[in-house]
């Protein structure tokens, strides 16, 4: 009688570590426990994109892959499309959204944000050949624009005839060929584009705004949100953020007065 107590006290002290890592996986709000899902387009250089080997790749990617590493969870993306992104994140698809998405205050009603994580702007891209040399010059010429993106209301609110699109690169190849005048994006997802895809395009110097990109969470998951700004400021005090968005975009984009997370 005595052993099988023993053995019964021994199951139940092995089963301990478990018990807590459950117990601390539930305070993070997680939708499957030692699991963080991040949703992501896959599509959007050098956001995320695919590496020569197939694999997930780009500056979201591997800031959320690091912040998941220190929280001691497995990493999961989920591809999704950019118009049904936060629509996704309301049905609890996924726990967070690592897209490269613009703090602003019509979404920071609907979602909660991380701190901000990355610190960009709107700028202008253009053919080679362009006569449009400064933000206002796009009045009355057609503007491409990612779809359901705070782009649009910027090339709206510059007088643009905006043509939108499911795809960055999309409306950057139809820029190539002629068919609209320009296409407002990111400042860092411009260059980059400019850089790798050998098209005559460049971007007008002059910015149109200055924005910060937050991961966003559903709202009620105050913990979560805790845990990622934690893991996010240490990384980037270790000096592990620099390294890993350097090495991709050869600057280091970490906001120098990020944009907190405002209570639900």
């Given at each position: 009688?005595?052993?099988?107590?023993?053995?019964?006290?021994?199951?139940?002290?092995?089963?301990?570590?478990?018990?807590?890592?459950?117990?601390?996986?539930?305070?993070?709000?997680?939708?499957?426990?030692?699991?963080?899902?991040?949703?992501?387009?896959?599509?959007?250089?050098?956001?995320?994109?695919?590496?020569?080997?197939?694999?997930?790749?780009?500056?979201?990617?591997?800031?959320?892959?690091?912040?998941?590493?220190?929280?001691?969870?497995?990493?999961?993306?989920?591809?999704?499309?950019?118009?049904?992104?936060?629509?996704?994140?309301?049905?609890?698809?996924?726990?967070?959204?690592?897209?490269?998405?613009?703090i602003t205050s019509e979404r920071q009603k609907k979602v909660t944000f991380a701190d901000g994580w990355l610190e960009s702007g709107g700028r202008i891209i253009v053919h080679d050949g362009s006569n449009i040399t400064k933000p206002t010059?796009?009045?009355?010429?057609?503007?491409?624009?990612?779809?359901?993106?705070?782009?649009?209301?910027?090339?709206?609110?510059?007088?643009?005839?905006?043509?939108?699109?499911?795809?960055?690169?999309?409306?950057?190849?139809?820029?190539?060929?002629?068919?609209?005048?320009?296409?407002?994006?990111?400042?860092?997802?411009?260059?980059?584009?400019?850089?790798?895809?050998?098209?005559?395009?460049?971007?007008?110097?002059?910015?149109?705004?200055?924005?910060?990109?937050?991961?966003?969470?559903?709202?009620?998951?105050?913990?979560?949100?805790?845990?990622?700004?934690?893991?996010?400021?240490?990384?980037?005090a270790d000096g592990t953020y620099a390294k890993l968005t350097i090495d991709l975009i050869g600057v280091d984009p970490a906001p120098k007065d990020p944009i907190r997370t405002l209570a639900d």
């Amino acid at each position: 009688m005595k052993l099988k107590m023993l053995l019964m006290a021994l199951a139940a002290m092995a089963l301990l570590p478990v018990a807590n890592a459950a117990k601390a996986d539930d305070k993070l709000e997680l939708l499957v426990p030692g699991e963080i899902s991040v949703a992501t387009e896959g599509t959007y250089p050098p956001f995320s994109m695919r590496a020569p080997n197939g694999d997930l790749d780009g500056l979201e990617i591997r800031v959320m892959k690091e912040i998941a590493r220190r929280l001691g969870l497995n990493y999961r993306p989920v591809l999704v499309k950019w118009e049904s992104v936060l629509i996704g994140l309301e049905a609890d698809q996924y726990d967070i959204i690592s897209d490269g998405m613009d703090i602003t205050s019509e979404r920071q009603k609907k979602v909660t944000f991380a701190d901000g994580w990355l610190e960009s702007g709107g700028r202008i891209i253009v053919h080679d050949g362009s006569n449009i040399t400064k933000p206002t010059d796009v009045k009355g010429r057609t503007v491409g624009a990612l779809v359901a993106s705070s782009w649009t209301k910027l090339a709206e609110g510059l007088g643009g005839d905006v043509k939108t699109y499911k795809s960055e690169s999309d409306a950057i190849q139809d820029l190539a060929n002629g068919n609209i005048d320009a296409v407002i994006t990111d400042s860092i997802a411009g260059a980059y584009d400019i850089k790798t895809s050998g098209l005559p395009l460049k971007m007008v110097e002059e910015p149109i705004s200055s924005i910060q990109k937050g991961f966003a969470v559903k709202k009620g998951k105050p913990h979560l949100v805790a845990a990622v700004n934690k893991a996010l400021a240490d990384m980037i005090a270790d000096g592990t953020y620099a390294k890993l968005t350097i090495d991709l975009i050869g600057v280091d984009p970490a906001p120098k007065d990020p944009i907190r997370t405002l209570a639900d």
